[in-house]
Each structure stands twice: as C-alpha cells, then as structure tokens.
C-alpha cells in the first residue's frame, strides 16, 4: 500500500449520499483512507453531482429517507441513466422492507444501520467496486462498444463452440466492408461514420438473426459473420444496400461482400476469414461485382501469380531464369540445314520447379514485368551469339520476342543497339520476332517503329501469323522480312483438304510479298515433306528440336560444321 492507500493506484471515488451530517462523517471516516469520498445531502444534489464530474464515481452510497429527493427515487435515476446505470450502489438503511425493495430497484448490497464494524462497511465496498470493474472489463473486451458485435478473440471463441455444438451445420464465412469508408469519414464527420457502421452491424445482425450466427468486427471498416450457410447472398445484400442507402444522406454508400461457403472446418478460423476476406478486397472498387466467392483454384492460382511477381528480381539475379535454344533448319536443300534459333526463356524456380512460359508470360505481359524478362533474353542471347562465334567461328542468328510494350518505349532501338554494340555484333545477327497480335493494335504505329529498327539493319518475323488479327490487306502495308505460321496451321494441316489448303495458302502469300515462312511445331517427317513441296523456306519444331540449354544446341553446331567438313 502507498500513501494513495489503494496499491499503486489511484484511489477511487466514491459518493456518500446522506441528510444527516453525523451519517457523513461517520462513513467518511471509515472510508477516507482508502477512497476519495464526496459528500450529498439529498438526493436531488446527488444527482447534480453524478452527473457534474468528470471523474467517474467507483460507487454510490446511499440513504433512503432524505427530503428533496429520496435516496429510492435517486436510485431509480441512477439505474435508467445511461452515464450511471454502471455505477455501483449501496444502501444504507434501518429496515428490512426498505432493503427488499432497494434491492429491487437495482441496489447491489446494503449496509445496516447503526453502521457494522468499519473493516465488514470497508470489505463490502471494495467488493461491490471489483465486481463492477471486472464486468465491465469482461463487456469491453467482449464486445466491440461502438456496434456492439464481438471482439476478434471471443468471436473466435464462439465460433469454437459453434463448431463443437452444432457439427453437423454447414458454415459460411462473410466478409463485409464498406467501400471508401474513410472518405466517408472526412466529408461527413466522425459521427456520421459511427452511425453508419452502427447501422451496418445492426442490419446484418437482424437479417442473419434466423439462423445459427455470430458477428465481430475486427476492424474498421470491415465486418465478419459466421453464420449458417445459405445458397444465395442476393438478397440479403439487395436489403442491405437499400437500407443503407436510406439511412443517411450520404448518396451511395457502397458496400462489398466476400464469401466462402461452406467452410473447410479443418482450416484455422483465421484462414477461413482471410479467404473471405480475400474475395472481398479482389472486388474492391469494382463497379460491376459486389458479392465474390471465394473459389479455391481461382484464389491459388492468385497466390501462385503474386509469387511469380515477387521473385522475378531474384529469379534474374539467381540465374534461376535461363534461356533455350530451339533450332530453325532450311529444309529446302538436299538435307536439312541449321540456319538460326529462337531465344526461349525458361524458368528453373526454386519452389515450383521447371515453370514453363505460358504459366507467366501473360501474366507478366498484363503487368508490364515482361520488359524486364525481355530485355534479360536479349541480352542473354546476345552473349550466346558471341560465345557461339568465338567458339566454333560461324554466326546463328537468334530471333527474340519482342512484347507490345518494348514496341512503344522509346528506348528501344538504343537498347538493341547497345547490345550489339557491347557484344560486337551485326545487327542481321538478333532477329526480332513480334507477334501478329501486336499489328493489329496499331498498325500505323508499328510500321514506323518496325521501319526505323529496319534502317538499322534488324530482321522483324512477324511471329503467329495467321493466328487470326491481320488482314491480308494490312500485310501488304506493313513492312516484315520472315512470316512464322501460326502453329495451329501446322497441327491442322492434315485433317482436311480445307486445312491442307490454308497452309498452301499461308505459303504463297508470303511468296507474293517475297518473303520466307518459317513453319513452327512442326513435329513429324511427313509435315516436313509436304512443307518442302509446297516450298516453305524453314521449319521450327520438336522434329528437330525441342528449345533446349546452350550446351546442348552446341551439338547441332558441331553436327553441322562435321557435314560442312564431310561434304567438301
Ligand atoms: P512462341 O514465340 O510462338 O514460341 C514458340 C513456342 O512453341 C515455344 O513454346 C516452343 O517451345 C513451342 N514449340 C516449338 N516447336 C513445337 C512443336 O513442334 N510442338 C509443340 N507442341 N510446341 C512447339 P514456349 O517456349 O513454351 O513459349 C511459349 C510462348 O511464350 C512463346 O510462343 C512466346 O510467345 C512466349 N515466350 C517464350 N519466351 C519468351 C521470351 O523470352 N519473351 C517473350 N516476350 N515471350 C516469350
Ligand atoms: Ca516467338
Ligand atoms: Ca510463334
């Protein structure tokens, strides 16, 4: 104990309500050690004081026969004012009727006149004021004060119990949040906010009250409820948008649902709200949707795409990434002919092992990251081309893709440029391959970009050709130097004469713009045999090759220089 007499903390407050000055004195006596006492002498005083103070009192003790105001009707106030209805209060009377019907009115104990020994007056004060603290420390952790749903810990614990008493229930788990809830905020004040987040808990509360269900708030702006499944939120969020939109003069307060039904019970609770929660923020913003559910391959596929984004730097600094090399051969000659190679980027990842490039090209190619994959093939390549030369003294061009964005920065011709420069390369030596997609977009645009980069010696393969964005009379406007047809040509080709006839067709267009078809996925001789007849200059394709890592191509190098040595 120190000298505030109550250890090491602030000594409470306590009010003694008495008409009788001899009462007061007594009790301020007994009571002055431990507390800070303040004194009424009726009720009515009382009462001016309860609700004066800034400090709050810790406990009431009171009289009953007093003039002005009695101590029953003082008590009566206390119960049913909201700034009192929590403080405790003692009676202290002569009379057993009197206690009865004190107790009754909300009083929480009695002390007898003539007053008991001071330590009993003492202990029953200190236990009425702990009894109280503790209840209203329980209530605030419970319960959240402002919408008075559940905290996040006790929601979790009713969800448990939930679990275990009605196992056999389906469960789902729902995530509200109310969109720009912190604009709402600023225009129209603290206030205003509270009571739509009041009304918010107070509706949904209502709406799911038919069923097994729990709701917390454990955040915000944002509300979760575990409640019994249903097949369909339409209509819960049809009344809950039009409520809202009726209680305040706020125009449009915007509300998103996710949802996860039927939840996995062998997850954590808190797994079950992130995936809520998940498919609520996916929607954020999102004028169209407003209700998503969480759908389990969607939302790995996400996680799978959002770790992909995040180690593309590590993956570039760890040589995780790597180009392959996939052979392009003339077949127009007595035996097929190495001629050049298409840089293929693949992915060594740590965690998910070989990934291939569609798991992520277009996923970098909606994001933008793709310039940076290109510009490391680029680069890559270009080192390849040189080790090549120095290595076995001839030249394979390599063709890289070239994505939209490279197209329209600025930067790069220079960037091509000083890559052939680093490596004292000719410009002949990196092809470029852009998609057929790509023309269609801009056509006007890519022709003056694909001009300049021609100027400077680039060869430009229109890549997928075919594939269905171009029209003929486009071709012959813009300028390009090697056609690819698309794959599906090839696939196709003998299935019907129809199919047989486009690729036919594929090869005299090019022929009319006088320049070469590389076919690609080509896998079988016979397609090699037909394609030679019908004249096409090359062929790509796992008939000859799959993309394969430098070290390996190095061996259709050397088989071909062997022919070179053994035909001369
Ligand atoms: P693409 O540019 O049309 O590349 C040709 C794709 O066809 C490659 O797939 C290649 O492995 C595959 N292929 C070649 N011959 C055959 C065959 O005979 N049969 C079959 N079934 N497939 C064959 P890959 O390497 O998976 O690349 C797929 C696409 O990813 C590429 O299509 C390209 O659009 C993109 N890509 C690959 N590497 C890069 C790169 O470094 N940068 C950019 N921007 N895109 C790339
Ligand atoms: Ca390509
Ligand atoms: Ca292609």
């Known amino acids: 104990m120190n000298e505030f007499g109550y250890s090491g903390i602030l000594k409470r407050r306590v009010l003694v309500v008495d008409d009788e000055e001899i009462n007061r004195d007594m009790l301020g006596n007994i009571l002055k050690d431990q507390y800070e006492v303040d004194f009424a002498e009726n009720g009515k005083q009382a009462h001016e004081m309860l609700h004066a103070r800034m ?28 700034v009192t209805s929590n403080i405790p209060v003692i009676v202290m009377t002569s009379e057993k009727p009197a206690e009865v019907r004190s107790i009754k009115q909300g009083a929480d104990d009695f002390i007898t006149k003539p007053y008991d020994m001071p330590e009993v007056i003492l202990a029953r004060c200190e236990r009425i004021i702990q009894l109280y603290e503790d209840k209203s420390i329980i209530r605030s952790a419970e319960k959240d004060e402002l919408t008075d749903l559940y905290t996040r810990e006790f929601f979790h614990e009713y969800i ?54 729990i709701g917390c708030r454990p955040d915000s702006d944002y509300f979760y409820y575990y409640i019994e499944h249903r097949d369909s939120y339409d209509e819960v969020f049809a009344t809950l948008s039009k409520e809202l939109s009726g209680i305040s003069k706020i125009p449009g307060v915007r509300i998103r649902l996710g949802v996860y039904q039927n939840v996995d019970k062998d997850i954590s609770i808190e797994d079950r709200f992130d995936h809520a929660k998940y498919a609520c923020d996916r929607i954020r913003g999102d004028y169209n949707r407003q209700i998503f559910f969480y759908n389990r ?38 035996e097929p002919e190495l001629r050049s190679a298409e840089a293929l980027i693949r992915w060594r990842h740590p965690k998910y092992g070989m990934i291939s490039p569609g ?5 970098f190619e909606s994001n933008g990251l793709i310039q940076k994959l290109d510009h490391f093939v680029w680069e890559e390549a270009a080192l390849q081309i040189r080790k090549w030369k120095d ?23 220079n960037r091509l440029l000083k890559i052939l420069k680093d490596n004292s390369l000719d410009a002949k030596d990196l092809m470029l391959e852009i998609t057929e997609s790509a023309y269609a977009d801009d056509a006007r645009g890519l022709t003056a970009v694909v001009e300049s980069l021609q100027g400077r010696g680039f060869k430009i393969e229109m890549d997928d ?14 300028p390009i130097d090697v056609l690819k047809m698309d794959m599906k040509f090839i696939r196709n080709m003998n299935k019907d004469a129809k199919s047989h006839k486009l690729v036919e067709l594929v090869i005299e267009i090019a022929d009319y713009l006088g320049v070469p078809v590389v076919a690609e996925g080509v896998e079988d001789k016979n397609q090699v045999d037909q394609l030679k007849d019908m004249g096409c200059e090359l062929i790509q394709g796992y008939y000859f090759s799959k ?22």
């Open 297 to 334: 391959e969607e939302n790995e596929k996400d996680l799978y795409h959002e770790q992909l984004i995040n180690d593309i730097d590590a993956a570039i600094a760890n040589k995780d990434l790597v180009v392959f090399y996939q052979p392009k051969y003339g077949i127009q000659c007595d």
């Open 391 to 413: 290595e076995f003294g001839c030249t394979i061009p390599v063709s890289v893709n070239v994505s939209r964005v490279d197209i329209y920065d600025s930067e790069l011709e």
């Open 465 to 478: 050709f075919g594939s269905g964005y171009s029209s003929l009379n486009m071709l012959t406007e813009i």
């Open 55 to 82: 400090t709050r009192y810790s406990l009431v003790l009171l009289d009953l026969l007093m003039p002005e105001m009695d101590g029953f009707e003082l008590l009566g106030l206390i119960r049913t004012e909201e």
């Open 547 to 568: 993309p394969v890592p430098p070290e390996e191509f190095d061996k259709f190098i050397r088989a071909e220089i062997e022919k070179g040595k053994n035909t001369k």
């Open 160 to 213: 448990r119990q939930i679990d275990r008493n009605c196992s056999d229930l389906s469960m789902d788990a729902i995530v509200l949040n109310i969109e720009h809830f912190h604009m709402l905020n600023e225009m129209f004040g603290r206030q205003m906010g509270d009571n739509v987040l009041r009304k918010v808990a107070g509706m949904l509360s209502d709406m799911l009250a038919d069923g097994v269900g």
């Open 359 to 363: 798991d992520f090209i277009p996923l």
